[in-house]
């Protein structure tokens, strides 16, 4: 029984941060704004939030809670900023989507590195202190089962996901706002008739995009590494293959995103599961599962999508 909790406490730490950027994802794609920049934003947000974490953490100002939810606070904030480069070349420039993403991930790496190495006089990687494992909740810990399962060896940031998941269900199909959102990026001629200011609208799903992509590369970090190296490991383009999967629809993408964590949790501790590691194969073949999966189920799901369309904006804009 050991293994099976160990396989889901593995799986729900790759699984959370890619779910939330692929609910990011979702905001801006349901918008009309195909965001290829979520890897980019990833790197700006883990590096903002660890700087900021190792920052606090050597001048012993914060730690424990409060220092995770400020440093998340602090990734989220450089996530939405770097996001807005991307909406304002997509949405009023009309420039070219997969370009400016494209471009923006290129430049995210490469600041992340640069400000990284400048101001630790040439060290590119930074290093933190992991305090925030929970080895038990209180009162929940203590659970048959679901205590093993969800509350002993955890993160506080595993249940933000779940919150987040609800949320962003609630926020997009429940509220005016996501009925907007929804029609600018489904029938934006239609929605700037009815009055919504499609340029408004879509500046604020890609800003959902980058806080939650920004989050998201700071909670991919924080359990599997002590330092930020200056990457997130395809995790954004990961994160797109999920939302694709989950149809750009909320409770869909929680579910993709756990079938991709589990890939990832094979391919990291695989060694550490015995019918697995006794198969003697590879390590690289394990490493491709995940990428392998992604192939795979895009090629059997993308002829259903209910992608939206991202096509430019030719309205009054008096309406911005």
Partial sequence: MSIVYFLFNQTLLFAIPLMIVALGAMFSERGGVVNLALEGIMVIGAFSGIFFMNWAQTNQVLSGMSLLFASMAIAALAGFLFSMLHAFAAINLAADQTISGTALNILGAGLAI????????????ISFTNEFRIESIPGLGSIPVLGDLLFKNCYITTFLGFLLLAFSWYLLMKTKFGLHLRSCGENPQAADAA???VYKTRYAGVALSGILAGVGGLIYIIP???EFTGTVAGYGFLAL?????GNYSP??????AFFFGFTKTISFAYSSIPFIAKLSLPDTFYKLIPYVATLILLAFTSKNSAAPRADGIPYDKSRR
């Fill in 241 to 245: 293959a999920v939302m694709i999967f």
């Fill in 114 to 125: 640069f400000i990284a190495k400048t101001v630790q006089d040439g060290a590119q990687n």
């Fill in 195 to 197: 009055g919504i200011s």
């Fill in 251 to 256: 409770l869909r993408i929680g579910g993709a």
């Fill in 224 to 226: 599997i590494s002590t």
